[in-house]
């Protein structure tokens, strides 16, 4: 069964650099679009923000614009994981970050990690 794990999440400074990794399995990872969301204290699971995601390729990566320039999805389809590289981070930036991928039946997601901003 499809499984993703993330981590590398944690409390940062304002400014700060975080690398979260999300490792796969249960699927040919190649093939699939991965994306990675966030979502902020006291929201839903239906106000996820989609942060950034990434084909199986690679070749397309789009982000949110709140995080353009700050932020970077890549991945690595030997090792089946997919990283998000955060820089600059600011108190907004403050979430519980979910690795996620689909087929045509369903979304699938990871258990999440926090990270916090603050100083």
């Known amino acids: 069964q499809v499984q993703l794990v993330e981590s590398g999440g944690g409390l940062v400074q304002p400014g700060g650099s975080l690398r979260l990794s999300c490792a796969a399995s249960?699927?040919?990872?190649?093939?699939?679009?991965m994306s990675w969301y966030r979502q902020a204290p006291g929201k839903e699971e239906s106000w996820r923000e989609l942060?950034?995601?990434?084909?199986?390729?690679?070749?397309?990566?789009n982000y949110a614009d709140s995080v353009k320039g700050r932020f970077t999805i890549s991945r690595d389809n030997a090792q089946k994981t997919v990283s998000l590289q955060m820089s600059s981070l600011r108190p907004e930036d403050t979430a519980v970050y979910y690795c996620?991928?689909?087929?045509?039946?369903?979304?699938?997601w990871g258990q999440g990690t926090q990270v916090t901003v603050s100083s």
């Open positions: 996620s991928t689909w087929d045509q039946t369903k979304t699938y």
């Open positions: 942060v950034a995601s990434i084909s199986s390729t690679s070749d397309t990566r």
């Open positions: 249960g699927f040919t990872f190649s093939n699939y679009a």
